[in-house]
Nanobody, 126 residues
């Protein structure tokens, strides 16, 4: 069992920066791939970024490439999403998730992740 708690959300101006954190409980954090997803009002939850269990591999949605950066600190049981130059269309609830990776590719679909945080709201003003 893994419990995930996100933090760091809030109001940010377009072009600014924000760092989200995802603190995990348990002693098996370093065996899970971590992902960040977002869900805007009226839209489905979608993949933003993922990082392999050891941080050696990352994958981003096209909308996040070059602006957002995912990282993890295994000794601290924490994953991060650095959001640079956010846009108003990035406004959403951001969720972190943990899942077992069985193939080389980092998972991008919701069903591949077993544990989810409660989400943190990010609002980007223009």
């Amino acid at each position: 069992q893994v419990r995930l708690v996100e933090s760091g959300g809030g109001l940010v101006q377009a072009g600014g920066s924000l760092r989200l954190s995802c603190a995990a409980s348990g002693r098996t954090f370093n065996s899970y791939t971590m992902g960040w997803f977002c869900q805007a009002p009226g839209k489905e939850r979608e993949f933003v970024a993922g990082i392999s269990y050891n941080g050696g591999s990352t994958h981003y949605a096209d909308s996040a490439k070059g602006r957002f950066f995912i990282s993890r600190d295994n000794p601290k049981n924490t994953a991060y999403l650095q959001m640079n130059s956010p846009k108003p269309e990035d406004t959403a609830i951001y969720y972190c998730a943990a899942g077992r990776q069985f193939f080389l590719a980092i998972m991008t679909t919701l069903r591949d992740y077993d544990y989810w945080g409660q989400g943190t709201q990010v609002t980007v003003s223009s």
